[in-house]
């Protein structure tokens, strides 16, 4: 079975520009999690999306935003880029929500904002 | 909201000796404990994990241990290999999102 798909790997983009990153969650999975890594806050929830809704949301700006496919797809976007935006943003699918579901990552999008 | 702290933040152990790593956490609401180890380059891996109910859970060379009434829990990690070598985090369900701990480095040296 494949795992979880998080495309592109790398990123480079410029303040005020906006990005959209992509995730392929593993097969008959439909919860879909999001997290922004750094190293001076380590790991942060962003939202949580499960068969096409919001299910939970973290403490983040308006400025990002997400959805959710009905093939569980799922897309982040975060507009008007800032400096501080750049981290590796992961992905994780669950079978059912997080609460009881086991979380699958995939490699991450490392984000860098010049 | 979940306050999860993990120490050591840094630990280097022999090749062959044992490695333990704490938690803590606060809402004693909480009934899933998930343990990740993430390597270079790649997104954490679940290697272990324990629910509510079970005090001790024990996978090969790997076991987490939960102490619900001091509101903590621990990964063990025998007979270190260098393949153990990477970054582990302990993580919290709690308010209806996974909470990590800030992660511990470990090194195994040969």
């Known amino acids: 079975k494949a795992g979880v798909t998080q495309t592109p790997r790398y990123l480079i983009k410029t303040r005020g520009q906006q990005v959209t990153l992509s995730c392929s969650p593993i097969?008959?999975?439909?919860?879909v999690s999001w997290y922004q890594q750094t190293p001076g806050q380590g790991l942060q929830f962003l939202f949580e999306?499960?068969?096409?809704?919001?299910?939970n949301k973290g403490n983040f700006p308006g400025r990002f935003s997400g959805r959710q496919f009905s093939n569980s797809r799922s897309e982040m976007n975060v507009s008007t880029l800032e400096l501080g935006d750049s981290a590796l943003y992961l992905c994780?699918?669950?079978?059912?929500?997080?609460?009881?579901?086991?979380?699958?990552f995939g490699s991450g999008t490392q984000l860098s904002v010049l | 909201g979940e306050n999860v702290e993990q120490h050591p933040s840094t630990l280097s152990v022999q090749e062959g000796d044992s490695a333990v790593i704490k938690c803590t956490y606060s809402?004693?609401?909480?009934?899933?404990f998930p343990w990740y180890k993430q390597e270079l380059g790649k997104g954490p891996q679940l290697i272990i994990d324990?629910?509510?109910?079970?005090g001790e859970k024990k996978d090969q060379r790997i076991a987490v241990t939960l102490n619900k009434t001091a509101k903590h829990f621990s990964l063990h990690i025998t007979e270190t290999q260098p393949e153990d070598s990477a970054v582990y985090f302990c993580?919290?369900?709690?308010?209806?999102?996974?909470?990590f701990g800030q992660g511990t480095r470990l090194t195994i040296n040969p």
């Open positions: 994780a699918s669950s079978t059912d929500t997080a609460r009881v579901g086991k979380l699958f």
């Open positions: 097969s008959g999975h439909r919860s």
């Open positions: 999306y499960f068969s096409e809704t919001q299910r």
């Open positions: 993580a919290v369900f709690g308010t209806q999102k996974l909470v």
């Open positions: 809402d004693s609401a909480s009934n899933y």
């Open positions: 324990i629910r509510s109910n079970v």
